[in-house]
Every structure is written in C-alpha cells, then in structure tokens.
C-alpha cells in the first residue's frame, strides 16, 4: 500500500485530494495546524490519520517528517496543499502580515521537501506534487501570496532536476477559482457571488476541489511516471487568454 503525507488537509482541497489517494488505495497522514478540523476529517475518511504540524515552525516540521518516516517508511507521495493568503494592499500590508504568507506557502514547502526528500532519495522513489496557482503565473491580486507560488513552481522545477536521477518526481498544479469554504458560504448567502469571476473562465465554470484532486492523484501515480518539474494548470482556461481582450480589439475570430 502507498503511503502519502497531505498538507493543509483540513481545507476542501486537501480533504479532496486526500480522498482520492485513499479510492486508489493509499494510505493517507492528513497534516495541518488546525488539528480540531483535520481530526474530523479523518473520522470521516477511512485509512486516513491526523497530525498536528505547523509549517511555519521548522521543530514541527521536522518531528511530523519524522515521526512519519519512522512509522510508515520514506513516502510514496507528498502533497504541499497548506497555504495563508492574507492579501492586503501592497504598500501598506505590515510585516506580520505578508511574512506569513511567504512563510507558510514558500517556507511550508521549503522545509517539508528539506525534511522529506532525503528518505525519499534513499529510497529511490517517490511523487511530490505541490499546488501553486495561477497566482504564481499572472497577476490577480493577493500579492506575496503570489510572489510565493511563483517561488513554489520555481522550487518545484528545481527539485524535480535534483532528484530525478534518485527516481523521485516533483511537480506542480496551479489551480484557478476553486470553490472553498470560504466561498461555499458565500454562495450560500447570494448563488450569485461568483457570477462575475465565473465570465473569465472560457469553461464557463469555476473549480470544485475534485478538479484539482484529480489532477493531482494523477501527477502522483505511475501513469505519470515520466512526467517531473511540470506544472499542470487546472483552471478552466483562464491562463490561455483573454477573451475579453481579444473582443476589445476587434481581432477575435469568435463565434459568440
Ligand atoms: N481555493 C482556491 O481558489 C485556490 C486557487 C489556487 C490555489 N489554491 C491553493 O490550493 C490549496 C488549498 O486551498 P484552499 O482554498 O482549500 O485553502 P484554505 O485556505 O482553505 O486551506 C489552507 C490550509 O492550510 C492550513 N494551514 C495554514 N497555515 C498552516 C501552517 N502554518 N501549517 C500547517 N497548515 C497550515 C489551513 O489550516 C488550511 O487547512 C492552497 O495551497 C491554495 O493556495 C486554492
């Protein structure tokens, strides 16, 4: 049986993908610094374990690695899921508030692969996927939260050349709008919040966590076993381009 390490799996996505390396048979430690909810979500998905584990503090980091390692072996599989996005405008966010940003979605990742990729290496196999997001590739606010994806689908680049030779993949998926909880709640409240977001999308659609878990258990199976430092946009078309642009310009060839 594979083994996995999902961080940030108390979130809709986390739990999502958790999910689905369960259905393919893994077994799955679900990591986050919201012990109560993670907790909850193991009870609730069967072959599924919590732990407790802040990406920010680099002690916590190293015991839940650890404490895995010794237990279940080098992972199969690593997800990078966890991440803080504060936002704020750039010239005023204080230094608290864009540092956690950079520190729990760059730091998190930085510290995690330090923690786990040397079993990994020794072990001679492994899949690590990371979620970036379109925020990484193009402007659409949240600033440092950005800044740090675009570091996450650097980093990913750069692990996947050091460790392919050990027979370890890294790679990345940049989700676009994903219904959250957050949104969930939202949508609750007025169907309609997310109507115009939805307009940017060429499928017509926002994302569910189950889009970006799909892809993910896909990135981290053999089926992908010679695909490493990739990243796999799920976001509905939005990154092909500008429809809208095109429209204004006059030099659209569509239909609609
Ligand atoms: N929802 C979207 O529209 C969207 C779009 C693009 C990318 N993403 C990415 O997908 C992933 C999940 O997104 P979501 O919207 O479900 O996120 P979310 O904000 O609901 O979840 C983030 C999770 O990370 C955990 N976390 C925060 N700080 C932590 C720390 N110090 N240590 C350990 N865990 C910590 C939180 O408790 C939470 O469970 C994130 O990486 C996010 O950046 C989401």
Redesign the pocket.
């Known amino acids: 049986m594979s083994n996995a390490i999902v961080?940030?799996?108390?979130?809709?996505?986390?739990q999502a993908i958790a999910r689905a390396i369960v259905s393919e048979g893994g077994h799955v430690v679900l990591?986050?610094?919201?012990l109560a909810?993670?907790e909850e979500v193991a009870r609730e998905i069967p072959g599924t374990e919590a732990v407790y584990?802040?990406?920010?503090?680099p002690d916590?980091v190293r015991e839940v690695a650890s404490d895995f390692i010794e237990r279940h072996g080098a992972p199969h599989q690593v997800v990078?899921?966890?991440?803080?996005?504060n936002g704020g405008p750039f010239e005023s966010v204080d230094e608290a508030t864009w540092s956690q940003d950079l520190?729990?979605?760059l730091g998190?990742t930085i510290r995690l692969s330090q923690a786990l990729l040397p079993a990994m290496r020794e072990a001679g196999r492994g899949s690590v996927v990371n979620?970036?997001?379109?925020?990484g590739h193009a402007y659409f606010g949240s600033d440092v939260?950005s800044a740090a994806?675009a570091g996450v689908l650097n980093l990913t680049r750069t692990l996947a050349v050091q460790y392919g030779p050990y027979g370890v993949r890294v790679n990345s998926v940049?989700?676009?709008?994903?219904?959250?909880?957050?949104?969930r709640r939202q949508l609750a409240e007025d169907p309609h919040a997310l109507d115009r977001a939805t307009e940017w999308y060429p499928l017509g659609r926002?994302?569910a966590?189950e889009d970006?878990a799909d892809a993910v258990v896909f990135l981290l199976s053999d089926r992908a076993s010679w695909i490493t430092g990739t990243d796999l946009r799920v976001d509905g078309g939005l990154l092909a381009g500008m429809r809208g642009l095109a429209q204004a310009l006059d030099t659209s060839g569509d239909a609609g």
């Open positions: 961080t940030g799996a108390a979130s809709d996505i986390g990591a986050d610094n919201d909810t993670v584990l802040d990406l920010r503090s916590s990078n899921g966890a991440a803080v996005c520190d729990v979605v998190g979620i970036a997001s379109v925020n939260y994806k940049s989700p676009g709008t994903v219904v959250n909880a957050p949104r926002v994302g966590p970006v």
